[in-house]
Nanobody
Framework: QVQLVDSGGGSVQAGGSLRLSCAAS????????MGWFRQAPGKEREFVAS???????KDYADSVKGRFTISRDNTNSAYLQMNSLKPEDTAVYYC??????WGQGTQVTVSS
């Protein structure tokens, strides 16, 4: 059983930055692609970014391209650097491993 722990959320003003982290409980996390998703109040959960197991391939939602950067290291962690945050980025952010495991979510609130 893989456990993913999301952290790093918080409240910032528009234009600010946050860095989200996703820590996995098992070493095999590094063998799979992973992604970040978000869910705003009253909306469906949506894709934000993904990264391959090697880190060489990345994909982003159009709404975050040029502002967010997904990365991972050689341990069991992955990250989402979020710059130039906008109020519409307000949501609960979840990491997801390719096998279907989800983190518990971390709240990001951006005020105008």
């Amino acid at each position: 059983q893989v456990q993913l722990v999301d952290s790093g959320g918080g409240s910032v003003q528009a234009g600010g930055s946050l860095r989200l982290s996703c820590a996995a409980s098992v070493r095999t996390f590094r063998n799979y692609a992973m992604g970040w998703f978000r869910q705003a109040p009253g909306k469906e959960r949506e894709f934000v970014a993904s990264i391959s197991w090697s880190g060489n391939s990345k994909d982003y939602a159009d709404s975050v391209k040029g502002r967010f950067t997904i990365s991972r290291d050689n341990t069991n962690s992955a990250y989402l650097q979020m710059n130039s945050l906008k109020p519409e980025d307000t949501a609960v952010y979840y990491c997801r491993q390719a096998l279907g495991y989800w983190g518990q979510g971390t709240q990001v609130t951006v005020s105008s």
